[in-house]
């Protein structure tokens, strides 16, 4: 948990980075499983937080950068586990 994506909100008809704030089980355990959970994720708009519930193969999810480019979320600190890979945010996009 605590992974940055980006996710799409139908309501501000945008994208916004998020944080996979929990995963739960969707369904019945077996090597479909995975297509059935559900991931919670949080973005913020205008330092309000909102929450969304989203399968995790949901065309609503994305990776990081992928429709967010030079946004970050708040808080968001250099070193964290989604930046291990890179140097720093740029090499992300």
Same mark, same amino acid.
């Given at each position: 948990m605590g992974t940055v994506i980006a996710v799409y909100s139908t309501t501000f008809s945008r994208w916004f980075p998020a944080y996979i704030m929990g995963v739960?089980?969707?369904?019945?355990?077996?090597?479909?499983?995975?297509?059935?959970?559900?991931? !919670? &994720?949080?973005? *913020?708009? #205008?330092?309000?937080?909102?929450q969304k !519930? &989203?399968?995790? *193969?949901? #065309?609503e999810l994305t990776l990081f950068g992928a429709h967010t480019a030079g946004e970050l979320p708040p808080?968001?600190?250099?070193?964290?586990?989604?930046?291990?890979k890179y140097?720093?945010?740029?090499?992300?996009?």
């Open positions: 739960q089980p969707g369904g019945p355990q077996g090597p479909e499983a995975s297509d059935t959970e559900l991931l !919670t &994720v949080q973005f *913020f708009t #205008e330092g309000e937080p909102y !519930t &989203v399968y995790r *193969f949901s #065309e808080s968001f600190q250099p070193g964290s586990p989604s930046l291990w140097a720093s945010p740029d090499l992300m996009w």
